[in-house]
């Protein structure tokens, strides 16, 4: 079965350096998103991306991140400067259609720790 | 604002006995609502989905219930089972984006 794959599984950085999380999304899937999850807190959207550019990004999606998909198959995003309330899972997703009426599939995230 | 919430944050159920978990909506314009499984050290997993001209839906040994006078949704789990035990998180669509609740732990006892 098709699943969204996402690289590393974990990621220690010192504050204030950059980092990349990268995701291949599911071949044939067009919309694609990040989202985060704080240790036992409830998953937040971060930033939908469809055709080349974000579609939709929430409050915390400030100008410290951002998202490309820099070839045919990966899809990454990236935080300049590392701040300690980043340590956060982050989740990839991705649809086959856009995101109303269309479940999504996740990957298994990339466990960010900033020092 | 506009959220999704869940009424209790932690079930715990006998194994074989049914579970329901509740979830609690604010948006009234919502169509769309799924329900997410969440083990441990891994991504959100798609259990069952809802419209909102529908009023129930059922999976295997799931079911989904929707209630749109007073904006509630619950996922009913029959015959629970160990491997059930996880977190589970309802979902809304938001204007183009999908909002999670805030999750319920469900833990199954031998």
């Known amino acids: 079965e098709p699943e969204v794959t996402q690289t590393p599984s974990h990621q220690v950085t010192q504050m204030g350096q950059e980092v990349i999380l990268r995701c291949v999304p599911i071949?044939?899937?067009?919309?694609f998103y990040w989202y985060r999850q704080i240790l036992g807190q409830k998953v937040e959207f971060l930033v939908s991306?469809?055709?080349?550019?974000?579609?939709?990004k929430s409050e915390i999606f400030d100008d410290q991140f951002s998202v490309e998909r820099p070839d045919g198959s990966n899809f990454t995003l990236k935080i300049r400067s590392t701040k300690l309330e980043d340590s956060a899972m982050y989740f990839c997703a991705s649809s086959e259609q856009g995101p109303t009426n269309e479940k999504l599939f996740f990957g298994s995230g990339t466990q960010l720790s900033v020092l | 604002g506009e959220n999704v919430g869940l009424h209790l944050p932690t079930l715990s159920v006998q194994e074989g006995d049914n579970s329901i978990i509740n979830c609690a909506y604010s948006n009234s314009a919502s169509d769309y609502f799924i329900w997410y499984k969440q083990e441990s050290g891994k991504g959100p997993q798609f259990i069952i989905d809802i419209r909102s001209n529908m009023d129930k839906r059922q999976g295997q040994r799931v079911t989904v219930l929707l209630n749109k006078t007073v904006k509630h949704l619950s996922l009913q789990i029959a015959a629970t089972q160990p491997g059930d035990s996880a977190v589970y998180f309802c979902?809304?669509?938001?204007?183009?984006?999908?909002?999670f609740g805030a999750g319920t732990r469900l833990t199954v006892k031998p």
């Open positions: 979902a809304e669509d938001n204007n183009n984006d999908m909002r």
């Open positions: 991306f469809y055709n080349n550019e974000i579609s939709e």
């Open positions: 071949s044939n899937h067009l919309y």
